[in-house]
């Protein structure tokens, strides 16, 4: 189908197809015979190499024109031009997702500015593939799939469809959809697990979710022999190092025949040395044969000669399709994914930056394209002239950053570039080189270690911050359309300086605001930040005022398009990501009393029952205090912001706090031994309760229960300050008095020495637990006294830091009160507080003889220095 | 020795290879120095003729030296030097001094221990040099790195084939770096925890790019400035004043004149200010000497550059000024944590100094495992199942590896049965854990007791080391 030309930018398509000529004058981009260093290779290997020559001769001489290509690769961009530009075919057959040729139009719009992506997703709602319930965490709950196809302005891929729309050719895309391929990779995972005999795979079959990744055509390569070996013999680290060597680095000195050829030989002995047994490989050879068949279709269909057709796929099925049996395309499944247009980033598409696919520095790589093209200077030494000015741009950037660089800097790490290149057989530096280089003459000391903004700031760079745009003409996605429309209700629009806001809970218009609010933050576009309020500190409850920070993002939109599978509304996607998150989570109380709160947050109201159910579940199953501690407290809290909305939802939420609070108690005894990085919490958690169970009369919590669970936990505890919390809970309670707690000390102090070095802590415990109430308690106060004077001086020591950790818990004020009530105790009368202490006649006469003794050695010195004095004269 | 009674003008016209063995052995000591018995009985005498030498061979330029010179560069002065090392070799008579058959030799400097491998690398050196460089960066790389290809060599009309061995091992991308950054105007600092080569790739890097590795400055507190940039022959200096003769160069300065790499051991020991006096000669690579006149200065010739080396664990190197440190480029050589390489570095290293002392003690396979087992769980404070326990303080590099079982060796040879127990490793491993820290003897403990009593029991040897290792800790105790 020829794409109607709609706003194609002719003259972009003419520059590209105005390419000088190949200069043939000798250089020294050849000096390594390549087939030679192929052919050594292979005899190493024991293959054949005449068959693999005799095969790239059965391909040329095919004809149907079978173009080798490396995605986003330059070379492979400039040979199909300098191909194009020649050749002039009548059809192209393209690698790309099947039946989705309507998007090229938007694809090759002149508003259109790469990178940009065609996504692919699909939500497996009727289980057809068997994994929902294993990539989800319940059978109820579906599978999402997706897979990107990006498409920069020197992907051959977008090369291609360019010159289909201006010579107004058809172009067809042939590559079997992704969901066809993970059917495929599930089904020989699962007979695996089956143990069907015939499936030799090295795969093991796991009970980890199976990764079903698109496989890109590089993972194929790196599992080659005939790689590894290449990498050994030219000394290249990895995949693009290898192919900046033998294609990126003087693509204009090579013709497309010529190019042609060394691809098909590399990609023929890598095939032939990839492992048979492999999942990878099965999936690549069906979706050969779908090609094969999509190629043979299109040319009956429109009758069109194979001498005029130009098939551009990946270099590795390049050179089998020729001999490819075609399957039969009406018993391939047809799965109905949906497929949109999202604009994409340079960082999204850098495998630097973690994500699998793509060009590791896409903008070093824009640059060379740029020159290339555009470039009419004599001196093309591409590689070199970026790496100079990229030299140049990361030291001056690192300076303005605040590094002590210089120009000295970026001379030597230029210098440092070239000659590593030059020792690694690279005629010009590269990527590799430029990072090594850098790193090299900049960074002054261990590399994992120092100047790592350093280090980031040179992979930063080289990715570059390029967004994509897509054409006006596009419909966008609904989602990123809601999400402009909502804030637009407000009259917010997204700008480069932060936008503060203090919302007014109370207030209907700041509510909404809230709401819209609470629903973006849940999609982690990065745009916007709760700076103060509910849910950043839930122990800083301002229950009717919340903070919040907007900013525009350069990466929102491509963030919401990967989240478009969500849902098509801002709402749609926050409550999807809401229900994931709760079923991932489902058996944490805490996490589902936080759920609960976003959706009062974000008034997904309707959702509240399912939740509540969930938690109620949870309540049940959860055997985690500190996880039940959590979701009480967020309770007490969703109870406090629901009496305020009035949202006639308070009685339920009681029952919950009811049950949490009995769970909690059930599980008292279990932390009655808690580690030792548990201790601090599980002090904070308990007087939280405690204070619950005070002050939360109308709750009407079992005091009986908790008191009889605290009892249980003493008994069994055998830390000191655990058990000071557990008893101190019972005093704040009023279920005990401060005899008991003085019955107690009494009892420890007469313990074996064991539990007498529990003491410190013990009291620190109650004094954590009862603070004030129990610190003026005459008995207790006393009782202290007599411990500390009591016990001997050992045990005074390992009691010691227990106590001052004590005494530590209480305010300055109460701090000072106590000091006083000690120094009364021991005799200071009222009238003498707050005046000076004289001393003693003793003290006075021991301070008098010090003070001799000081005079006497001070005036020693003074002798020292006046008779060195008198000698210098 | 040398004889006083040397006539001295008709020695300095003859061809060189025209003197006998012993006149060439004695122009050999002259030249170098290198012996030092011999240096301290040179007399002004054999001063002057070394300077008259040098004068004639200055004004008759048809000396073979200075032909040499002229045709082939610095290169072969380098060969040249090891071409008189092989000649003295042959002679029998001169076997008690000759460096290389000579059994008082402990160590041999690398260009001359490995020779054969730089002389075969340069017969077959078809890749472009930096001026002044004794091999291309490419043979250098594999220099150090070894080769699987043999490459032929020939001397006197003889062909071998010489094979490359490793001499580092490690990642190629350092070794790399650190070529580059000797073939341009920045110095060379290599850092890391002690023991992990730091010295050795110094010493080999030396011997593969310029022929000669013994320009070599130790850095330590007392360091002072003359060491680094040139002295004084004080009796002289007091008796004429100063003068060429009383000059005595340093290092540096013979690097420097020589066109080749001068090595700085622990530089960050040097006082900030000594170290700042190698400021100037990185910048200008101009040693000025202003006691023989305002003038007077040694230029660098091509080929100088300077390898320091310093250990990140005693003082790091934040005491380097700035302005010394921008002279430098920096390459850390971690520790190795490749089992494999671990093992094939020990036994190299461990093999090639038994060969030394004409040991015949086989270390069987058992032993190696023990050893860098107990070492990189030491290290990491980590057994191989998962297990921790705290960390040694003490450097449990490779190179406390190799002395160990060095050590070990020479304990079977004396006093053993000429095989190596547990026993052994198990007495020298407490000694090296113990002797920086004695608080490492609790750690070791915690490691017998968490994990090597456990594997013990599934294995014979790890049951005799955790036996001999138990007595070795309860002695020290």
Not at chain 1, 96 to 102: K, L, M, N, T
Not at chain 1, 165 to 175: G, H, Q, R, T, W
Not at chain 1, 737 to 747: G, L, R, S, Y
Not at chain 1, 774 to 801: A, C, G, Q
Request: hydrophobic share 40%.
């Amino acid at each position: 189908m020829a794409p109607e030309i709609k706003r194609i930018d002719e003259s972009k398509i003419e520059t590209l197809l105005r390419l000088p000529p190949i200069d043939s004058t000798p250089h020294g981009y050849n000096i390594f015979n390549i087939k030679a260093a192929i052919k050594q290779i292979s005899k190493d290997l024991k293959i054949q190499f005449k068959d693999i020559e005799s095969e790239v001769k059965n391909i040329t001489k095919e004809e149907i024109c079978y173009f080798p290509v490396r995605h986003h690769s330059i070379a492979s961009s400039y040979a199909l031009l300098r191909l194009l530009s020649q050749f002039q075919p009548e059809i192209i057959f393209l690698e790309a997702p099947a039946d989705r040729e309507s998007f090229i139009q938007f694809i090759t719009d002149a508003e259109t500015h790469l990178p940009i992506a065609m996504v692919d997703h699909f939500k497996d709602d009727k289980n057809l593939l068997g994994l929902n319930g294993i990539l989800t965490p319940d059978k109820d709950i579906a599978a999402k799939y997706m897979a990107w196809y990006p498409f920069l302005e020197y992907s051959p891929e977008y090369i291609a469809m360019l010159y289909s729309v201006y010579k107004k050719i058809p172009i067809i895309f042939i590559d079997a959809p992704y969901m066809n391929t993970v059917e495929i990779k599930t089904n020989t995972l699962r007979n695996l697990q089956l143990g069907k005999p015939n499936i030799k795979s090295k795969v093991k079959p796991s009970s980890h979710k199976p990764d079903l990744k698109k496989i890109e055509e590089q993972e194929l390569f790196k599992q080659s022999n005939f790689f590894k070996k290449f990498c050994e013999f030219y000394s290249v680290k990895d995949l693009d190092d290898a192919w900046d060597l033998l294609f990126e680095i003087g693509v204009q000195f090579r013709s497309w025949e010529e190019y042609r050829e060394i691809m098909l030989l590399y990609c023929l002995s890598v095939r032939e040395t990839i492992p048979k047994n492999g999942s990878d490989l099965d999936i690549t050879e069906f979706r050969e044969k779908y090609m094969a068949a999509m190629i043979k279709k299109h040319l009956n269909d429109k009758n069109i000669k194979e001498k005029e057709a130009l098939v551009v796929t990946g270099g590795l099925h390049s050179s089998v399709l020729y001999r490819t049996k075609a399957i039969d395309l009406n018993q391939v499944k047809k799965f109905q994914s949906v497929t949109e247009l999202i604009p994409f980033s340079f960082k999204r598409l850098s495998s630097l930056s973690g994500y699998g696919a793509g060009n590791r520095a896409p903008e070093f790589y824009q640059k060379i394209w740029d020159k290339l093209i555009l470039s009419n200077e004599e001196n093309n030494q591409y590689f070199t002239e970026v790496v100079l000015q990229y030299c140049i741009d990361i030291i001056n950037n690192s300076r303005f950053e605040g590094d002590l660089f210089s120009s000295a800097d970026s001379i030597a790490a230029f210098q440092s570039a070239q000659m590593l290149a030059s020792l690694r057989f690279r005629p010009e530096p590269n990527v590799t080189d430029l990072f090594d280089a850098l790193v090299l003459c900049c960074v002054k000391g261990d590399p994992e270690k120092e100047n790592i903004a350093f280090k980031n700031r040179i992979i930063k760079t080289c990715i570059g911050f390029h967004l994509g745009r897509l054409p006006s003409s596009y419909q966008q996605l609904g989602l990123i359309q809601d999400f402009k429309q909502r804030l637009a209700q407000f009259e917010i629009e997204l700008i480069d300086d932060p936008q503060e806001f203090k919302l007014d809970l109370q207030k209907a218009e700041d509510q909404s605001l809230s709401i819209l609010f609470w629903q973006i933050h849940s999609l982690d576009t990065g745009v916007l930040q709760l700076t103060e309020g509910v849910g950043k500190n839930i122990m800083n409850v301002d229950i009717y005022h919340e903070f919040w920070k907007l900013v525009w993002n350069p990466e929102l939109n491509v963030k919401l398009g990967e989240k478009s599978n969500l849902g098509s509304t801002v709402e749609e996607a926050a409550l999807t990501v809401l229900k994931d998150e709760l079923m991932k989570n489902r058996k944490n109380s805490e996490f589902c009393a936080k759920s609960l709160i976003q959706c009062i947050r974000m008034d997904l109201i309707k959702q509240f029952s399912d939740i509540k159910s969930v938690l109620d579940q949870a309540l049940t199953d959860d055997r985690n205090f500190f996880q039940l501690t959590g979701a009480f407290k967020l309770l007490l809290l969703i109870r406090k912001i629901l009496e305020i909305q009035k949202k006639g939802l308070v009685p339920i939420i009681n029952q919950l706090i009811k049950k949490n609070f009995l769970s909690i108690c059930s599980q008292i005894p279990n932390v009655a031994n808690p580690p030792d990085d548990r201790k601090d919490q599980l002090a904070k958690d308990l007087k939280s309760i405690v204070n619950a169970t005070i002050t939360e009369y109308k709750l009407k919590l079992n005091r009986t229960v908790f008191e009889g669970a605290l009892n249980s936990a003493y008994l069994y505890s055998n830390d000191g300050r655990v058990s000071g919390c557990l008893l101190g809970a019972r005093y704040m309670i009023d279920q005990i008095d401060v005899q008991t707690i003085k019955m107690e000390i009494i009892a420890m102090t007469k313990n074996v020495l064991e539990i007498q070095l529990k003491i410190g802590q013990f009291i620190r415990g109650l004094i954590e637990m009862c603070q004030a109430k129990i610190i003026f308690e005459r008995e207790f106060f006393k009782i202290v006294i007599s411990v500390v004077e009591n016990i001997d001086w050992d045990l005074f020591m390992t009691v010691l830091p227990g106590l001052k950790s004590a005494f530590s818990q209480l305010s300055a004020r109460d701090f000072d009160e106590i000091l006083e009530k000690i120094a009364k105790y021991y005799g200071l009368k009222e009238s003498e507080i707050g005046t000076l202490v004289e001393p003693t006649e003793d003290i006075k006469s021991i301070v008098t003889i010090w003070d001799a003794k000081v005079y006497e050695i001070i005036s020693k010195w003074f002798n020292v220095v006046e008779n060195v004095k008198k000698k210098g004269k | 020795m040398a004889k006083k009674n040397v006539d001295l003008e008709s020695f300095a016209k003859r061809d060189f290879d025209s003197l006998s063995d012993e006149e060439k052995y004695t122009y050999y000591n002259l030249e170098l120095g290198k012996n030092a018995i011999y240096r301290g009985k040179i007399t002004k005498t054999y001063k002057n003729w070394e300077q008259q030498k040098k004068l004639a061979n200055s004004n008759h330029k048809t000396s073979h030296k200075k032909k040499q010179q002229e045709k082939n560069g610095n290169d072969e002065i380098a060969i040249s030097h090891l071409k008189k090392v092989d000649m003295m070799k042959d002679n029998k008579s001169l076997d008690n001094m000759d460096p290389l058959t000579s059994k008082n030799i402990i160590r041999l400097p690398a260009e001359l221990k490995y020779r054969k491998e730089l002389m075969a690398l340069k017969q077959n050196d078809t890749y472009p040099k930096p001026p002044g460089w004794f091999l291309s960066p490419t043979m250098v790389e594999l220099y150090v790195l070894g080769s699987n290809k043999q490459f032929s060599l020939t001397t006197n009309g003889k062909t071998e084939k010489v094979s490359i061995t490793p001499k580092f091992f490690g990642s190629k991308d350092l070794i790399q770096k650190s070529i580059v950054t000797l073939a341009s105007r920045r110095a060379l600092m290599l850092i890391g925890e002690p023991g992990t080569g730091k010295s050795w790739l110094s010493e080999h890097l030396a011997a593969a790019i310029s022929g000669k590795s013994t320009n070599l400055i130790q850095g330590t507190a007392g360091t002072t400035e003359d060491q680094i940039r040139y002295t004084w022959n004080y009796a002289l200096l007091i008796a004429e004043g100063p003068s060429e003769q009383a000059l005595v160069p340093s290092p540096t300065m013979i690097a420097m004149r020589e066109g080749q790499l001068l090595r700085l051991e622990e530089l960050t020991r040097c006082p900030q200010e000594i170290q700042d006096t190698l400021i100037s000669v990185l910048s200008e690579k101009v040693l000025p000497v202003p006691e023989l006149g305002k003038d007077y200065y040694v230029t660098a010739n091509q080929g100088f550059n300077v390898i320091a080396t310093a250990n990140d664990r005693d003082r790091g190197v934040n005491e380097m000024s700035a302005a010394l440190k921008r002279r430098f480029n920096f390459i850390y050589i971690p520790v190795i944590n490749d089992p494999k390489i671990e093992r094939q570095i020990v036994e190299t290293r461990v093999q090639d100094m038994m060969e030394t002392l004409n040991f015949k003690i086989q270390i069987p396979d058992h032993i190696y495992s023990l050893v860098t087992t107990s070492f990189r769980e030491l290290r990491n404070g980590k057994s191989k199942q998962g297990q921790s326990f705290k960390k040694i303080s003490s450097v449990m590099s490779t190179s406390e590896e190799i002395s160990l079982l060095f050590d070990s060796c020479i304990h079977t040879q004396y006093f053993g049965k000429q095989k190596i127990t547990p026993r052994e490793i198990a007495l020298h491993l407490s000694e090296t854990i113990v002797k920086d820290d004695p608080q490492n003897i609790h750690k070791l403990q915690e490691y017998l007791d968490l994990v090597l009593s456990n594997r013990a029991r599934k294995d014979e040897i790890w049951k005799e080391f955790h036996r001999e290792l138990k007595k070795q800790l309860k002695l020290i105790r």
